[in-house]
């Protein structure tokens, strides 16, 4: 499994992403450097907020009205 992480991280790179907000799963704490790597949903409100309006927002350069999926 560490395999799809390892994958992933390596798609990100090119995105400078330099802090990791996950949940406890063991592949997280082996490749992730621990200053780097916060535990918990602390800033997941923020981090979907931010999504939802950016979704929203895109929507309506498509459609006269704001919808929501």
Not at 42 to 60: F, G
């Amino acid at each position: 499994m560490d395999t799809v992480f390892l994958e992933l991280q390596d798609l990100l790179k090119p995105f400078g992403i330099t802090r990791f907000y996950t949940d406890r799963w063991g592949a997280y704490e082996r490749h992730i450097a621990p200053e780097q790597h916060a535990i918990g949903k602390e800033n997941t409100q923020r981090i979907e907020s931010k999504h939802i309006n950016l979704r929203t927002r895109i929507k309506r350069l498509v459609r006269r009205t704001i919808c929501f999926f």
